[in-house]
C-alpha cells in the first residue's frame, strides 16, 4: 500500500520480495555471494539461480566495488531482475561514506536506464548491517534518485521499499 507518492517516486513499507518491478535492488556485499538481511531474503525467495549468475560475475570481474552494481536474473522474484549494488560500511562518515552511497543509487539507475527498464525498487542501503544512520542516508537516496529522475525519463518509476517504522518517518518526511 503505497505510504505516500509524489510524481515518479513511490514509498512503500514491508519486504522488498513481495515487490513487482522490473529491478529490485540488493544491498549486497562486493563477494556478491549471498549474506543476512537483505540480501539473505533475496538469495532465499529468489532460488538458486540468481546465485549461480553472481557466481558467473564474480568469475568474470571478480566480485563488486563499494557503490557498483551488476544485474542479474531475479529467479522466483515477482521482479524481472535483481540489480545487486555495494553500499559502503559507515566508518563515522569521513570516508567517503556519501559518495560511494550516492554512487549505489545512481550506478543502479543508469543499469536500469542502460536495460530500458521502467520501474526500479530500493532497500534502505547500508542502513542495517553496515550501519548508516538512517536519517543521513535517507537524504542521500531521495536526493541521487530526485536528481536523476529530473535528468532522466527512465526509469519512469521509482520505489523506495521501507522495512521499519523509523525509515518509514524518515523517508515521508524527506519526500514531503
Ligand atoms: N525487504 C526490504 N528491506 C529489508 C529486508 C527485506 N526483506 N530485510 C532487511 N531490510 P542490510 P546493509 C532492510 O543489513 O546495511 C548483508 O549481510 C533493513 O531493515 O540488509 O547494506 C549483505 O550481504 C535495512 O534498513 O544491508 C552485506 O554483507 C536495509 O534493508 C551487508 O548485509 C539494509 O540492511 C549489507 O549491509
Same mark, same amino acid.
Request: hydrophobic share 40%; proline share 5%; with cysteine.
Given at each position: 500500500?503505497?505510504?505516500? !507518492?509524489? *510524481?515518479?517516486? &513511490? ?11 522490473? +529491478?529490485? /535492488? ?10 543476512? $538481511? /537483505? *540480501?539473505?531474503?533475496? #538469495? ?22 563499494? $557503490?557498483?552494481?551488476?544485474? !542479474? ?10 540489480? #545487486? ?7 563515522? $562518515? #569521513? ?20 536495460? $530500458? ?9 547500508? !542502513? ?7 536519517? &543521513? +542516508?535517507?537524504?542521500?537516496? /531521495?536526493?541521487?534518485?530526485? *536528481?536523476?529522475?529530473? &535528468? ?8 523506495? /521499499?521501507?522495512? *521499519? ?12
Amino acid at each position: 500500500m503505497p505510504a505516500a !507518492t509524489s *510524481d515518479r517516486i &513511490q514509498l512503500l513499507k514491508g519486504d522488498i520480495t513481495n515487490v513487482t518491478a522490473d +529491478a529490485i /535492488v540488493n544491498a549486497a556485499n562486493s563477494s556478491l555471494l549471498g549474506g543476512g $538481511g /537483505v *540480501d539473505g531474503a533475496i #538469495h532465499r525467495a529468489g532460488g538458486p539461480a540468481i546465485l549461480q549468475e553472481c557466481r558467473q560475475i564474480v568469475a568474470r570481474q571478480g566480485g563488486c566495488a563499494t $557503490g557498483e552494481a551488476v544485474m !542479474t536474473t531475479a529467479g522466483n522474484l515477482p521482479a524481472r531482475f535483481v540489480i #545487486h549494488t555495494v553500499g559502503p560500511v559507515w566508518n563515522g $562518515g #569521513h570516508r567517503g561514506e556519501p559518495e560511494l552511497l550516492a554512487n549505489c543509487y545512481l550506478n543502479s539507475l543508469r543499469l536500469a536506464r542502460e536495460r $530500458g527498464l521502467n520501474t526500479i525498487a530500493f532497500p534502505n542501503i547500508s !542502513t542495517g548491517v553496515y550501519g548508516y544512520p538512517k536519517a &543521513q +542516508a535517507a537524504a542521500v537516496a /531521495v536526493k541521487t534518485v530526485r *536528481d536523476f529522475l529530473a &535528468q532522466n525519463s527512465l526509469p519512469q518509476q521509482v520505489i523506495f /521499499v521501507v522495512f *521499519d517504522e523509523e525509515n518509514l518517518r524518515l523517508y515521508e518526511q524527506e519526500l514531503a
